[in-house]
């Protein structure tokens, strides 16, 4: 089957499909690619003046990896009180350096940092903070797979 194709098959059965079942459909690719070389990385652009995705969803039983990096000119501040706080737990984080006091991270133009973390549901704003920066924000959606 060509590329064209299967896109064009995923739209037709994605049309008509139920939310609950684009999740466990969802799950099952997440599965798979588990099994086939550890959880997907989300990659995470801060720039000039925004990130992108600005929004992300996940589930609660899946640890989500982030790579955010700073791919503007000039210094951003990945900050989150709901991630870097008790609702969530960050597992790793990569450079060990990178993470800084009041639950930010501060990333210079290149830098990136990686982060793999587990929350229970509820919803993880994060912005930069810095002054004239204004509309540099987001949020992680963290659903509860067994109620969706
Ligand atoms: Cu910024």
Not at 77 to 101: D, I, M, N, T, Y
Not at 120 to 141: D, N, Q, V
Request: net charge neutral.
């Amino acid at each position: 089957m060509k590329f064209g194709e299967w896109i064009d098959l995923q739209r037709r059965i994605f049309r008509n499909a139920q939310p609950g079942l684009l999740w466990v459909i969802g799950f099952l690719v997440l599965q798979v690619s588990c099994e086939w070389g550890g959880p997907p990385t989300i990659m995470v652009t801060a720039e000039e003046f925004r990130f992108s995705p600005a929004r992300i969803e996940w589930v609660t039983d899946q640890p989500l990896r982030l790579l955010i990096r700073n791919q503007g000119r000039e210094r951003h501040v990945f900050h989150s009180q709901e991630l870097f706080g008790p609702e969530a737990k960050v597992l790793w984080h990569q450079p060990r350096v990178a993470l800084q006091e009041a639950n930010a991270v501060v990333l210079e133009p290149g830098q990136s940092i990686e982060l793999s973390f587990t929350a229970s549901a509820g919803l993880y704003p994060f912005r930069c903070w810095i002054k004239g920066h204004t509309g540099m924000e987001g949020a992680i959606l963290i659903k509860d797979f067994s109620s969706s």
